[in-house]
């Protein structure tokens, strides 16, 4: 199943998507926080207009150098641990929204990622207890003003500013997703920058959450961008990104300078 975030003209909805359907029957609520009930409704994927799946009401919790080709391409070996920072809920967008390249910005790059969902309230979450508190999974691209990142002593700005965490199109929920075993693909303008799989991150998923829970409390609706792999590379204004995760789907977005 997939849960997607929509707007059909209204206030944003909430609805739920079978695989290989176009029809999305219309939640009652924010599964989060709701049971996953219908409300008797049903409308078509394409008369809608998706929205980023989940606005963290916390925050989104990012890792560095998570893959060992990633971190040598960058200048660096990978670290014993993950580096950790944050992006601020302002940052999020959704699928088919603009990455507007701030204007003291001269090279932004794109970075494809596996993202969690978490649902519920969690601190200090050992290994096999993770699982209990993903609702799912999603695409992120953590966009970076890399010319920032390089220029700064840490990475706020470069990868914190307004549009620079496209979320989505959807967010899988399938306990048989091996989501320690995806092809990730990022493309700009159809060209290939970024091909992986998951199964090069130094710390998989379940690693990455309950070391995260063990810095911060967890609360529904926080999102962990779980580090991305070899080939970031530069967009330009006019160029789309689309970043596919093998088992979720694809999230595209196209750059454009501020105005």
């Given at each position: 199943m997939k849960i997607v975030r929509f707007s059909d003209g209204d206030?944003?909805?909430?609805?739920?998507?079978?695989?290989?359907?176009?029809?999305?029957?219309?939640?009652?609520?924010?599964?989060?926080?709701?049971?996953?009930?219908?409300?008797?409704r049903i409308v078509e994927l394409d008369e809608v207009r998706l929205l980023s799946p989940v606005i963290p009401r916390?925050?989104?919790?990012?890792?560095g150098k998570?893959?060992?080709?990633?971190?040598?391409?960058?200048?660096g070996e990978a670290p014993d641990m993950p580096v950790i920072f944050l992006k601020p809920n302002?940052?999020?967008?959704?699928?088919?929204?603009?990455i507007v390249r701030p204007s003291?910005?001269?090279?932004?790059?794109?970075?494809?990622?596996?993202?969690?969902?978490?649902?519920?309230?969690?601190k200090d979450v050992p290994l096999e207890d993770v699982d209990k508190i993903i609702l799912g999974y999603t695409i992120a691209n953590d966009v970076t003003a890399r010319d920032i990142q390089r220029a700064d002593s840490q990475w706020t700005r470069a990868k914190g500013?307004?549009?620079?965490?496209?979320?989505?199109?959807?967010?899988?929920?399938?306990?048989?997703?091996?989501?320690?075993?995806?092809?990730?693909?990022?493309?700009?303008?159809?060209?290939?920058?970024q091909d992986d799989t998951t199964a090069n991150m130094i710390h998989n998923v379940a690693e990455i959450v309950s070391y995260v829970s063990s810095i911060f409390t967890l609360l529904p609706g926080d999102v962990i961008i779980t580090g991305t792999p070899k080939g970031v590379s530069e967009m330009k204004p006019g160029q789309t990104v689309e970043v596919t995760l093998e088992g979720i789907g694809t999230l595209r977005n196209t750059v454009r300078d501020a105005e």
């Open positions: 206030s944003p909805r909430y609805g739920a998507l079978e695989d290989g359907s176009t029809r999305i029957v219309v939640l009652k609520g924010d599964p989060l926080f709701n049971p996953i009930e219908p409300d008797g916390s925050k989104v919790v990012a890792i998570n893959y060992a080709d990633h971190a040598r391409e960058m200048g302002t940052s999020v967008i959704g699928h088919d929204d603009p003291w910005c001269n090279e932004l790059h794109h970075e494809g990622e596996l993202a969690v969902i978490i649902k519920s309230l969690a500013f307004d549009t620079s965490c496209p979320l989505g199109p959807w967010i899988t929920v399938d306990p048989n997703l091996d989501v320690n075993n995806l092809r990730i693909t990022t493309t700009v303008d159809g060209e290939v920058r």
